[in-house]
C-alpha cells in the first residue's frame, strides 16, 4: 500500500531531538525524551536510544511505532549475526541492514534514525539514515524537529580529535539549545557514550539541563532576587 500524500497530511505531526557525536575514541549519542502527538504531549519521559547491539544503538525520530519496528527487527538479525560470528557485529553492518529495511518500506514507513557504535575494526562509528533509506557516514549528525535549530551551532562547535568530556557537553548543550526553541522537543536529556569498553548511558535531569537567557525570569521576593527557569 502507497503511503500517499493524503495520509501524509492526516498523519499526526511528531517532534524530537537526535544528536551524535564522534571523539576520540568512541561516539556520544544523545536524545531528549518528549513524544508529540500534534500539540499533544503523550510522554515526557521516553526513551528513544534503542540497543540493536551491545557495542550498537540507535537514536529513533519520526513515527515511533515506524521506527521501534525496524530497531526490533534489525535487532533480531544482529543478535543472529553475533552468534554465528561469535563476535559483536560491525557498525556499518548494523547500519546498513537498518538503511536497507528503511530503504524497501520507504512508501510506509515515517522514521529518520541516526545508528552509532563501535567496534574493533574501524572505531566509533556514526551514520545517518533519514527519511528515505539514505546511509550516509559521518563525523556527527543530528535529526528531528529540533535539528533545524542547531545545525549551525553543532557546525561551528564540533572539531576533530575532541575528548569524550567535550563531546558529552557538546551534544548536552546541542540538546538544551534545541530543547529551548523547539516546542516538541524537551523534557529529560539522554546520552549513551559507546567506547572500547562499553556503552555507558547518562541522565541528565531537568534541573541540570542548560538554561539560556531568555529562560531567565527574575522574581523579587520581598526584596529578593531569585532566578528560576521558565519552561
Known amino acids: 500500500m502507497d503511503y500517499s500524500s493524503s495520509q501524509a497530511e492526516q498523519a499526526p505531526q ?9 571523539f576520540d575514541g568512541g561516539v556520544v549519542l544523545g536524545a531528549d525524551s518528549r513524544v508529540s502527538t500534534g500539540n499533544y504531549v503523550s510522554n515526557r519521559a521516553s526513551d528513544k536510544i534503542t540497543c540493536l547491539a ?53 512508501n510506509m514507513l515515517l522514521g529518520a534514525m541516526i545508528v552509532g557504535g563501535w567496534d574493533p575494526e574501524r572505531g566509533g562509528q556514526i551514520y ?32 576533530e580529535g575532541m575528548s569524550r568530556q567535550e563531546a558529552e557537553e557538546l551534544v548536552k548543550t546541542a540538546l538544551a539549545l534545541a530543547m529551548s526553541r523547539d516546542g516538541s522537543s524537551g523534557g529529560l536529556a539522554r546520552l549513551v557514550t559507546l567506547t572500547k569498553a562499553g556503552a555507558e548511558r547518562k541522565l541528565i535531569n531537568h534541573d541540570d539541563i542548560p538554561a539560556f537567557w531568555d529562560e531567565l525570569e527574575v522574581l523579587k521576593t520581598n526584596g529578593t532576587a531569585s532566578s528560576m527557569v521558565v519552561v
Not at 539514515?129 to 553543532?154: H, K, N
Open 14 to 22: 511528531t517532534g524530537t531531538t537526535i544528536v551524535a557525536v564522534s
Open 128 to 159: 545517518g539514515v533519514p527519511i528515505g533509506g539514505t546511509l550516509v557516514e559521518q563525523a556527527w549528525t543530528t535529526d528531528g524537529s529540533g535539528s533545524t535549530y542547531i545545525w549551525g551551532y553543532l557546525d561551528a562547535a564540533y572539531r
Open 54 to 106: 551491545d557495542n550498537v544503538y540507535m537514536l529513533r525520530s519520526g513515527s515511533a511505532a515506524d521506527t521501534q519496528a525496524i530497531a526490533d527487527y534489525v535487532r533480531h538479525y544482529a543478535h543472529m549475526h553475533s552468534i554465528e560470528e561469535d563476535r559483536d557485529p560491525r557498525v556499518k553492518a548494523v547500519a546498513k541492514l537498518v538503511s536497507q529495511i528503511n530503504y524497501s518500506n520507504k
